[in-house]
């Protein structure tokens, strides 16, 4: 069934033609890449992890079959290999010296250089997965640190993509779970997305719609069979990580798989959290970022939907609507970090309506909010079912787990709607005027994160809290 969804998703992709996911397709490898590449010479590209794991096993079948090769680019283990610029420019200088395809054999940090790289020295290239850690295998772009921040890079995505189940569920526990986590998010950046759609901001898409949304409980509903490794949940999860990433490629954008909790974790990542010093000495993973996001937009989602949209003062809230001037002021206020405050201003600017416009907007808010409030609420699910799911996978559900203080986690409600122009339910609280009355009932003491904090705290003082809690911080 996974394999048929996958082949009728690739006739709706623009780079990837081939997708092998399976219990030893490692063995379809160099088919795969003759169908691709024909006659080419290959280099694998992996770092000395997945160099074993997988990269001598793919550089001895593509050779015993007769491909031309190149010896190995193999990035060092220590220290953990970093998605930035220097990289590339490592890799792109060694890759100049040939004309050879390189085989990414990894995980996200490995396919994202690779993906990059090859982009620059104007090739194609393939991608051999070792753990269903993200849905970036087969997406386009490539999210890499450069001049300091982190900043999605344009590329093509693979042209193709083996995945060996018998690799995958044999990778970290802590990679299967951020990928679980990431695949999870889809839940609140589809409801993001029916609003955007019943706002007329950004009409859905139907193809890139049901490409990550149509099974998407399906991929999610055994989190906790993950942590063994079992086979058919692994399979499952990587469908849902590919299906994602081809939703991307096929709508030529990432907003069929990302919204608010992106948006959160984007910031985190943009002010450095975990950069470089996570748990087990390793960064702090995407998709955990993303998993704890996702719990929070879930918690604020249940909040809005518990209130009337259809039946606002909208006069009142036009004439409290911020300039172009002074929303450009509140958000500068917001950020401490320069780089980030001129591309927050410019990413909201860019969203920015007038107060005619907002009136509009929730007029038509009026008309629509019964159905969309049905619709958002069949689309999510309960924050606490999302904590619950993500603890079975293996995941931080809370703040603290992550290195984040309580009040910066409550300060990202207001300021990751800043970073990215995608309207998202963060903008539908705001623009409504309850986006800070409900945070402030989240993290009231009998809100869903006061809770959370006070039993966190009540249990600081047995036990050491959070296992993912970055050293020295409280
Ligand atoms: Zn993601």
Redesign the pocket.
């Known amino acids: 069934m996974g394999e048929r969804r996958i082949e009728a998703a690739l006739q709706e992709a623009t780079d990837t033609q081939d997708v092998n996911l399976g219990a030893g397709a490692l063995a379809s490898l160099p088919g795969v890449f003759r169908e691709g590449f024909g006659d080419c010479p290959a280099i694998v590209v992996a770092d000395r992890i997945t160099f074993e794991v997988a990269g001598k096993e793919v550089q001895r079948r593509l050779e015993r079959a007769g491909h031309t090769m190149i010896e190995p680019y193999v990035f060092p283990a220590e220290p953990p290999l970093y998605a930035e610029y220097s990289n590339i420019e490592k890799l792109r200088d060694s890759l100049r010296e040939h004309d050879a395809i390189p085989v990414a054999v990894g995980s996200g940090t490995i396919n994202d250089i690779v993906k990059r790289t090859a982009h620059e020295c104007e090739r194609p290239y393939m991608c051999v997965g070792t753990a269903a850690s ?3 295998y087969t997406a386009f772009g490539a999210s890499i640190e450069k001049d300091g921040l982190k900043q999605t890079l344009s590329c093509p995505a693979p042209r193709a993509v083996v995945a060996d189940l018998e690799v995958l569920k044999h990778a970290p526990e802590d990679m299967t779970a951020s990928g679980y986590a ?1 695949l999870l ?1 889809k839940v609140t950046s589809g409801a993001d997305w029916l609003i955007a759609d019943a706002l007329e901001v950004e009409m859905i898409d139907p193809t890139g719609w049901s490409l990550v949304q149509d099974n998407l409980r399906g991929w999610t509903d055994s989190p906790a069979e993950l942590r063994p490794g079992n086979q058919k949940a692994t399979e499952r999860l990587m469908e849902g990580l590919i299906m ?1 990433g081809l939703g991307m490629q096929s709508y030529q954008s ?1 907003r069929t ?2 919204g608010a909790e ?1 948006q959160f ?1 984007h910031l985190w990542e943009m002010e450095g959290l975990g950069h470089g010093e996570g748990h087990a000495g390793s960064p702090l993973s ?2 955990f970022k ?1 998993g704890v996001a996702t719990v929070a937009i879930a918690a604020l989602y249940e909040l809005i939907l518990e209130r009337d949209l259809g039946d606002l003062d909208i006069e009142t809230l036009r004439d409290s609507w911020p300039t172009r001037e002074e929303l450009a002021r509140s958000v500068r206020a917001q950020h401490t970090n320069p780089d980030l405050e001129e591309g927050a201003v410019e990413q909201t600017l860019a969203k920015y309506i007038s107060a005619g416009e907002l009136a509009q907007r929730l007029e038509l808010l009026r008309d629509v909010w019964s159905g969309l409030r049905e619709k958002v609420r069949v689309q999510l699910m309960p924050a606490e079912q999302v904590r619950e799911m993500l603890q079975a996978a293996g995941c931080p559900t809370g703040p603290i787990e992550i290195g984040l203080r309580w009040d910066d986690f409550e300060a990202t409600y207001s300021r990751a709607r800043t970073i990215r122009k995608r309207y998202t339910g963060l903008d539908l609280a705001f623009e409504t005027g309850i986006l800070k009355e409900c945070v402030g009932e989240l993290f009231a003491p009998d809100g869903f994160w006061g809770r959370a904090a006070a039993s966190h705290a009540s249990a600081d003082g047995t036990r050491v809290a959070g296992s993912f809690r970055r050293s020295g911080e409280a």
Request: without cysteine.
């Open positions: 993200m849905d970036g990431d998010g994602s990432s798989a990302s992106h974790s995407h998709g993303v």
